[in-house]
Each structure stands twice: as C-alpha cells, then as structure tokens.
C-alpha cells in the first residue's frame, strides 16, 4: 500500500478537556509521521470550508460553531495507508457507534463532540491539507 498523507483535526472539544496529547499518541503508537502541526482557532471561512460538502445539512450551522469555538490542533500525518487505516483508529461518526479501541468508542459520547477529524478519500486528504496549511508548513 502507498505511503499518504491525511489531515487529522484533534477538534476543540479534545483540546478543551486536554486529551490532545492522548489523541496524539496514539497516532504516534500506531507508527504514523508527523509532517505538519500546528494551534490555531478555525474562522468561520476555514470552518465553512472544511464542512463545505456538510452546507445543506440540518446540522451544519450547529458543526461551523463547533469547530470554531476553540482552538484545534491541526496535524498532517503521513504512514502507509494513512488515510483509511486513521479513519478505522478514528472510529465510526457517531461516538455512540464506534467500538472500543478507536479514539471516538474510548473517550467520546455523542454528536457533533467526536473528538478528532479524518480525511475520507485522497481527493479530500488534498483538499483540506492546501486548506489548513500552506506548502512551506510541511517538512
Ligand atoms: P466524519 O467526521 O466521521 O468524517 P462526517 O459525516 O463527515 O463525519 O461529519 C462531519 C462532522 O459533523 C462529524 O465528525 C460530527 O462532528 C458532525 N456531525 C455529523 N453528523 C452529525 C449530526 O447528525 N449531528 C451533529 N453533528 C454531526
Ligand atoms: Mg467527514
């Protein structure tokens, strides 16, 4: 499997109850790089943008203030077959679904306060990457 590239959001709920050094290592365990990182609270425009294909959703004025109401630890993680095998780490959507041993069936509960954003695809991994950070970021 091809080595990628996938942006992960440690999102304001994680900082918040400071388990963004938790939700870190256990990227790192796992084997995974760092190639970005950085603290930063998300503007409207940045969090509109990031949820753009979530825009005609019920949920979506109620997800633009989450992700905006604090600071988000912003991460590119880089490892073979990184953008699904974060997403299975990550967990399911729904806290209340996602089995034990994922970030989310550990340590979250319900929605929209899931803890932690994976890319979904390579096409969305691209995307939200040039999104969240400029090209002279990425070492
Ligand atoms: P993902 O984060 O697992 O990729 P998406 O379906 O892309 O899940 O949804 C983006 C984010 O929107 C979720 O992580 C969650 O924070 C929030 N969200 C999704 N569905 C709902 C909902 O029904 N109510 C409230 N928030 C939701
Ligand atoms: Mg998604």
Do not use: C
């Not at 970030?103 to 954003?117: C, F, K, Q």
């Amino acid at each position: 499997m091809a080595t990628e590239r996938t942006l992960i959001l440690i999102k304001p709920d994680a900082v918040r109850r400071r388990l963004a050094g938790e939700i870190l290592g256990r990227i790192e365990a796992r084997g995974f790089d760092l190639r970005a990182g950085k603290l930063l609270t998300a503007s409207r425009d940045l969090g509109e943008r990031h949820y753009a294909e979530h825009a005609e959703k019920p949920f979506f004025g109620e997800l633009v203030a989450f992700i905006t109401s604090g600071p988000t630890l912003a991460l590119v993680v880089e490892g073979e077959g990184a953008i699904a095998t974060m997403r299975r780490t990550i967990g399911a959507t729904n806290p209340a679904d996602a089995d034990a041993g994922t970030i989310r069936g550990d340590l979250a509960m319900s929605m929209p306060d899931n803890l932690v954003h994976g890319s979904d695809s390579p096409a969305s991994a691209e995307r939200e990457i040039a999104l969240w950070f400029s090209t002279d970021e990425l070492v």
